[in-house]
């Protein structure tokens, strides 16, 4: 019994031993494999030289796309840069909006000027750096830092002399051009390019130069050249030739280009006051007739920032927002003149917060 359950539970026999069981092999060609065959018959299809033809029209296909992508990225960096500077120049001229607007009405509509109410946030330059290079160059940074729409420079000083190039032969004559720039109209066209108003500042009667040559100009006493306490002679306001040579200086420097000026000085000494015609009032309603209305005359008035507090002896900012409510009110015929020892661009701040509207800082 023992045997015959080994016999069935048995995995292998010897029936088949020694015999081949494997079948023989079988297949079908393949075409990629052809190349492999000793004789080098079939298709080419993956031959070397075929490879070598599709790297490099994979290469070249490559290589256009990159220069594809590399072209794209410089056209948009352009692009970006333009808008850039697109959008940075809308911002200055809108900045510098009221100078642009008096400039443009000044030429289609220049009989109404003398009307227009004109907002000026300004500083002074000083007449030498009206060279059209690099001392303007500075002056036209610092407007912009400041973000002031004007540049004030003297024309005629208190003194009597002139501060800028002018071709008059009269300011030739008396020889009364002192310390100006080597070229004042090309500084103003380019203060006018870079949205900058200029705007010319001249003391009207009081004037050293003229009435020491000619007594034609001159404000007599005793028929000599009249001189106040502190020795200034003082050009007559009766007289045409004074007259004129105000009209001259404003027609000249209206030439170049500047349609704003500021007038002080117009008043004379209360001794000698009663006998002339003198005063801002009786000079500009002269002046604008002669020039047709073609300027913006402005009379200055004073103004002053110190910023110090009056309990602690200290500059605050309360102190300066303090100060600058209390200047007196001005008519659209005016204009501040503020005098400040402390730094422009503080003081221009605290006038823009306050909603001052025309003014030029003055230090």
């Known amino acids: 019994m023992r045997k015959k359950q080994d016999k069935q539970h048995r995995f292998y026999t010897n029936e088949h031993r020694n015999e081949r069981w494997t079948e023989e092999p079988k297949g079908r060609p393949i075409d990629f494999a052809d190349k492999y065959n000793e004789d080098g018959a079939g298709s080419n299809k993956y031959s070397d030289e075929r490879r070598a033809r599709q790297y ?5 296909k490559e290589n256009r796309i990159k220069a594809i992508k590399a072209s794209l990225a410089c056209v948009l960096t352009v692009a970006l840069l333009f808008c850039g500077y697109t959008v940075m120049d809308i911002h200055m001229i809108r900045q510098a909006k009221p100078a642009e607007m008096l400039i443009q009405n000044g030429s289609s509509q220049g009989n109404v ?21 690099t001392m303007l160059a500075s002056v036209i940074n610092d407007a912009h830092s400041l973000e002031c729409n004007s540049i004030v420079f003297d024309a005629k000083r208190e003194d009597g002399t002139i501060g800028y190039s002018s071709s008059l032969a009269t300011i030739d004559t008396f020889g009364a051009i002192s310390n100006v720039g080597s070229d004042t109209e090309g500084s103003i066209k380019q203060l006018i390019s870079n949205d900058i108003m200029p705007v010319a500042r ?12 000619d007594n034609s100009y001159a404000v007599l006493k005793n028929q000599k050249p009249y001189k106040d306490s502190d020795g200034n002679s003082y050009l007559n306001p009766n007289s045409p030739q004074a007259y004129n040579y105000i009209l001259d200086i404003i027609r000249e420097l209206k030439g170049y280009g500047v349609q704003v000026f500021i007038l002080y000085g117009y008043d004379l000494p209360d001794d000698v006051a009663e006998k002339y015609d003198d005063g801002f009032e009786s000079l500009s309603k002269k002046l604008l007739n002669d020039l ?7 009379s200055e008035v004073k103004a002053s ?14 102190a300066i927002d303090s100060q600058i409510k209390e200047f007196e009110k001005i008519n659209d015929n005016q204009v501040y003149r503020v005098s400040t020892k402390l730094d422009t661009a503080r003081v221009c701040s605290h006038l823009a917060n306050a909603g001052v509207s025309r003014y030029f ?3």
Do not use: F, W
Not at 56 to 60: D, I, L, V
Not at 113 to 133: C, G, K, P
Not at 204 to 213: G, M, R
Not at 305 to 318: H, L, Q, R
């Open 113 to 133: 000027i003398a009307q227009m109410n004109i907002e000026m946030s300004a500083v002074t330059a000083q007449s030498i750096s009206l060279d059209n290079s």
């Open 202 to 213: 001249i003391c009207c009667y009081k004037d050293n130069v003229l009435p020491a040559q």
């Open 56 to 60: 490099k029209a994979k290469r070249k």
């Open 292 to 298: 047709d209305s073609q300027v913006k005359l402005l």
């Open 361 to 363: 800082v003055a230090q």
């Open 305 to 318: 920032v110190s910023g110090m507090d009056a309990e602690s002896g200290k500059i605050t900012n309360s």
